[in-house]
């Protein structure tokens, strides 16, 4: 079973730039989750899907962070115009339905850079 | 909102020596609890989780928690620890009241073994 994908697996931008990254879930996974893991802290949950709709965005800047699910499938998270503080590692994670008994599955990040 | 602490950022063990990582939640309703582990340049791996029955919990790769209400702990231990057992651990909990399946992760706590 392949896990979950994220692309790009690094990237530098300036502030006030703008940057987008993909999440492809497990296949079959209905919920999806962007995370927001600055170094030295646990991750922060930014935003959750349950197929393409919108469950909790409560954490989501909403001011520059935007999230789409389309299709139900991939997912993007944009930060437009980005700013030093968004330096951090973004993790996407799925699980198969919305409740906490089941197991999230976690992609590998993206590591983000704002200079 | 639920809030965990995890006390020592950084731990180191001889290989072989006991592993013993802590971990305390913040609430009056005990919670759902989890311990995730985190091996550089990857996502998320989950080692276990207490949601209701037996308080001594086994997971992957012969780690082990146990829960204590008493003392609102669920601290993260192995008999003898290996190599491959350094990386980041992180507690995480979910309010059981929550439907969400949002969780909420402790800053972490580096594993170090030396051989």
């Known amino acids: 079973e392949a896990g979950v994908a994220q692309s790009p697996r690094y990237k530098i931008i300036e502030k006030r730039q703008s940057v987008a990254f993909w999440c492809n879930p497990i296949s079959g996974h209905a919920t999806l989750y962007w995370y927001q893991q600055i170094l030295g802290q646990g991750p922060k949950l930014l935003i959750q899907?349950?197929?393409?709709?919108?469950?909790?965005d409560s954490q989501l800047p909403k001011d520059r962070f935007s999230a789409e699910r389309l299709k139900g499938v991939d997912s993007t998270l944009k930060i437009q115009p980005a700013k030093l503080e968004d330096s951090a590692v973004y993790l996407c994670?799925?699980?198969?339905?919305?409740?906490?008994?089941?197991?999230?599955?976690f992609g590998p990040g993206t590591r983000l850079t704002v200079t | 909102a639920q809030s965990v602490t995890q006390l020592g950022s950084h731990v180191s063990v001889s290989e072989g020596a006991l592993v013993l990582l802590r971990c305390n939640y913040s609430s009056s309703v005990p919670p759902y609890l989890f311990w995730y582990v985190q091996y550089p340049n990857q996502g998320l791996q989950l080692l276990l989780k207490?949601?209701?029955?037996?308080?001594l919990v086994k997971g992957i790769n012969g780690f082990e928690a146990e829960f204590k209400k008493s003392e609102t702990s669920f601290h993260l231990t192995k008999p003898s620890a290996h190599m491959s057992d350094a990386a980041e651990y992180f507690c995480a909990v979910s309010d059981r009241t929550n439907t969400g399946n949002q969780f909420y992760f402790g800053t972490g706590t580096s594993l170090t073994v030396i051989p």
């Open positions: 994670a799925s699980s198969l339905i919305v409740t906490v008994l089941y197991e999230q599955y």
């Open positions: 207490y949601t209701t029955g037996a308080t």
């Open positions: 899907f349950q197929n393409n709709g919108v469950v909790d």
